[in-house]
């Protein structure tokens, strides 16, 4: 019997695909509607991230700013909520699919961290209340975007306010 090769081999696909979930229309409408944002929204979700401070303190250990400590709270705050969103997913059985994503919004650098977080927020959505992850970790997720943009989901309450540690920050800036 004579071996048959195939006369094209199998190939993988050139563009990757993710399992975005049950939010995947939502996930997609903010992945279209951060392509389009003006400058000085780009700007504003950038701010609402720290995005400029986080630099300084973490990534130069500038930590003699008079807002250094804020913004490791900051930090410390959205890690944790990232590790619960992320606990939430694998207890689910859902793979966390954002390795890649964020190549997406790498014309507009400034604001990814918010875009990447809301992007997050809105994949682990549906399990709020399971393995730990709260509202609370949706609205720290999600409230950036939330607060400069608008609503990401239309069963989402209004956006969080701002917190306390995001405004103490701004003054000292």
Not at 20 to 27: N, Q, S, T, V
Not at 100 to 121: Q, V
Not at 149 to 169: M, N, R
């Amino acid at each position: 019997m004579a071996l048959v090769m195939p006369l094209f081999p199998r190939r993988k696909a050139d563009t990757p695909t993710f399992d975005l979930g049950p939010e995947a229309d939502h996930i997609k409408q903010l992945v279209q509607t951060f392509d389009q944002l003006p400058d000085f929204q780009v700007d504003s979700l950038a701010a609402q991230t720290l995005d400029a401070e986080r630099a300084a303190v973490i990534d130069q250990a500038d930590t003699n700013l008079p807002y250094a400590d804020a913004v490791r709270d900051y930090a410390g705050t959205t890690g944790d909520a990232l590790w619960r969103a992320r606990d939430a997913a694998e207890d689910a059985g859902r793979v966390h699919t954002f390795s890649r994503l964020p190549e997406r919004f790498a014309k507009n650098p400034k604001a990814l961290t918010a875009a990447a977080l809301a992007a997050r927020g809105l994949f682990t959505r549906p399990l709020i209340g399971t393995a730990g992850y709260t509202q609370a970790d949706y609205d720290t997720l999600t409230g950036p975007w939330r607060r400069v943009i608008g609503s990401i989901h239309p069963d989402d309450p209004d956006a969080p306010t701002t917190p306390g540690h995001l405004t103490q920050v701004w003054e000292h800036a």
